[in-house]
């Protein structure tokens, strides 16, 4: 049985006009992602923009999103940070504050090797809650190959990977050398993910489509592929942006336009050029299609 299966939203971190963090608008933005009934959230990734936080920000966004959903929805917390040590030390803050679990991206500063990489996880796994790995090697330099897992299969809390390779195939050799769970990682994999025996999706669009994309996975994972399809098709357009440089710029704005706006990106990421906002703004109106199937 999958600890985390179903839509976990990769939440945004929701800033005023001043670039300050809004907690405000960050727990009524959970409150709505829950009543569209949501499986689970998960703040401090990288749609959260968690690398833009000071230390104190990144600590009440964790306490707030926690508290927020109190118990309603499981939250598994972004670990990303440049040292194991950082890492570690956010684990056990996320464990202090109530979360279900991590989503814990290998080192990303350098290209480890795979002791290095494994030598990091085992940190993790000291701190006592499950462990979701974030395989991304579209931006990052590590890959955690499907053998890679499997050589980490001792670790007892390593119970699932978000897989971001952008190779469906990946699933099927997952699922094959380890018993980990696995959560699709790219929007725009999420049919092809389920139907290969994903039972999870962390998921960015989520943030602006919630009920639509839980729709989605549902009829995804029980291979309802002609309904699935209906809903999939006009999503595709916005759900590629997942795997853009500018995703966040993206799925804030695709906020905004289903009104909920949570406020700009902070630098480095800057406005997009009027042409791409036109294009999102398309890709969002197509998406928007699928409201009256839900």
Avoid at 96 to 122: D, I, Q, R
Avoid at 136 to 157: F, G, H, I
């Amino acid at each position: 049985m999958a600890q985390f299966k179903g839509v976990y939203v990769a939440i945004v971190t929701p800033f005023t006009d001043s670039y300050e963090v809004d907690y405000s608008a960050l727990k009524e933005h959970v409150d709505w992602l829950i009543s569209e009934k949501v499986d689970g959230i998960a703040p401090c990734g990288s749609v959260g923009e968690y690398a833009s936080l000071t230390s104190e920000e990144r600590k009440q966004v964790i306490e707030t999103v926690v508290n927020t959903a109190n118990g309603r929805v499981p939250v598994i917390v972004g670990t990303g940070a440049p040292t194991t040590k950082e890492v570690v030390e956010w684990a056990r803050f996320a464990k202090s504050v109530g979360a279900s679990g991590l989503m814990a991206l290998p080192p990303t500063v350098y290209n480890p090797t795979k002791e290095e990489v494994k030598a990091h996880y085992k940190a993790l796994n000291s701190v006592g809650l499950p462990i979701i790995a974030y395989n991304n090697p579209y931006d990052y330099k590590v890959d955690l190959t499907p053998d890679l897992l499997a050589e980490m299969s001792d670790l007892d809390n390593l119970i699932g990977v978000k897989e971001f390779s952008q190779d469906v195939r990946r699933v099927h050799e997952i699922l094959e050398k380890t018993d980990l769970e696995v959560l699709v990682g790219c929007d725009d994999l999420a049919l092809e993910g389920a139907i290969a025996g994903a039972t999870g999706w962390i998921a960015g669009f989520t943030n602006s489509f919630p009920r639509e994309s839980v729709k989605l996975f549902e009829l995804s994972v029980q291979e309802r592929v002609k309904e699935a399809l209906e809903i999939y098709r006009p999503m595709l357009p916005l759900f590629r942006y997942d795997a853009k440089p500018e995703l966040v710029q993206a799925i804030k704005y695709s906020l905004q336009l289903a009104g909920k706006p949570v406020g700009p990106t902070r630098a480095p990421r800057l406005p997009l050029s009027e042409e791409v906002y036109n294009l999102i703004k398309a890709a969002h109106e197509k998406a928007e299609q699928t409201r009256s199937l839900v």
